[in-house]
């Protein structure tokens, strides 16, 4: 069975840092690219940061360059998503998806999906 399961979200201050988690199983996980991407209430759901499989790339939206890093242990079917210096405008549900690699990575063409994170940036 296909699982992504995120953990780590909670409250945070504005300039907090968290890491998010999301383990896979149930599918090729290293063959994969994983992204993470967010929905705020009333707002589309958008694309944050996404990396390839062992040998791919790693890009980020541009709100989340010099403060987000995505990583991937591939030992431990897991990608992280270190948020620092959070702001406000990040609050959302954070979801990991895993794509087919050198797809576009958005969330029109992801395989398959976590049920989310509640991230909350508020002083």
């Known amino acids: 069975q296909v699982q992504l399961v995120e953990s780590g979200g909670g409250l945070v201050q504005p300039g907090g840092s968290l890491r998010l988690s999301c383990a896979a199983s149930?599918?090729?996980?290293?063959?994969?690219?994983i992204g993470w991407f967010r929905q705020a209430p009333g707002k589309e759901r958008e694309g944050v940061s996404c990396?390839?499989?062992?040998?791919?790339?790693?890009d980020y939206e541009d709100s989340a360059k010099g403060r987000f890093t995505i990583s991937r242990d591939n030992a431990k079917n897991t990608v992280y998503l270190q948020m620092n210096s959070l702001k406000p405008d990040d609050t959302a549900v954070y979801y990991c998806?895993?794509?087919?690699?050198?797809?576009?990575?958005?969330?029109?063409?992801?395989?398959?999906w976590g049920k989310g994170t509640l991230v909350t940036v508020s002083s």
């Open positions: 149930g599918f090729t996980f290293n063959y994969y690219a």
């Open positions: 990396i390839n499989n062992s040998d791919g790339s790693i």
């Open positions: 998806a895993a794509g087919q690699p050198y797809l576009s990575c958005s969330k029109f063409n992801m395989d398959y």
